[in-house]
């Protein structure tokens, strides 16, 4: 499967348990966990971007995880 027929996308629900668990609810404190501006997190919870690869893994860290759990892989439809 070529590279561009695939997006990685945050798993939205997976990292809001994770982020509660930390005490961590709102998207501007999310944000400020790593480090990002909050319409960066935005765009990663609606899947207009995806993450780099330095920031997913520190996403992973931060909530003590892996970018596994974090991020799925998924075939981009076709159009």
Do not use: C, W
């Amino acid at each position: 499967m070529p590279k561009n027929d695939v997006r990685v996308l945050l798993r939205v629900h997976v990292y809001d348990a994770l982020a509660a668990a930390k005490g961590i609810k709102t998207v501007v404190a999310q944000a400020a966990l790593h480090g990002v501006h909050r319409a960066t997190l935005f765009d990663l919870r609606s899947h207009k971007s995806s993450a780099s690869l330095d920031l997913a893994m520190r996403m992973a860290e931060d909530l003590g995880t892996t970018v596994e759990v974090l991020f799925e892989r998924v075939e981009k439809r076709a159009a």
